[in-house]
């Protein structure tokens, strides 16, 4: 746990490499650049896409019906965001922000939906990922 409560940043995939994983996929992604505090997107926006960090780190944070923010979770190098709302065809449920610079890799929405289709292995790592920032999240002493 860091400090304030906020969940600490998973450890990437151990052993995975999404270029060459894309590359071998045939998969078309962007790679975005991000200033530091820059908005990646707000909670209650559309899902178009979903997003891979290479290097940096975001914040998720979500904001209740009366108007309190609380962090959720702090992301660095080898996490996704933005899947939930790809998987389950929601808005955002969460607004991230980038604390440091950022350098992600984009995957439009149904380009990553077919690929997780396709290749299991990214699927079982998407999972393995949601479970572990779950997991923190729940674990947090301030819920």
Do not use: C, W
């Amino acid at each position: 746990m860091s400090r304030k409560g906020v969940p600490a940043p998973a450890q990437p995939f151990p052993g995975f490499d999404l270029h060459t994983f894309l590359d071998s996929a045939g998969i078309a992604r962007t790679i975005s650049k991000y200033r530091r505090s820059a908005v990646i997107f707000s909670q209650g926006d559309p899902a178009t896409d979903v997003f891979y960090i290479q290097e940096g780190s975001v914040k998720l944070s979500v904001l209740s019906r009366t108007g309190k923010e609380a962090v959720v979770g702090v992301l660095g190098p080898g996490d996704f965001f933005g899947e939930l709302a790809l998987l389950d065809g929601e808005r955002r449920a969460a607004t991230v922000i980038a604390t440091t610079q950022l350098t992600t890799i984009r995957i439009e929405r149904n380009a990553f939906r077919r690929l997780l289709r396709e290749e299991p292995e990214l699927a079982i790592k998407l999972l393995e990922g949601m479970a572990r920032r779950t997991r923190r999240i729940l674990d947090a002493p301030s819920l």
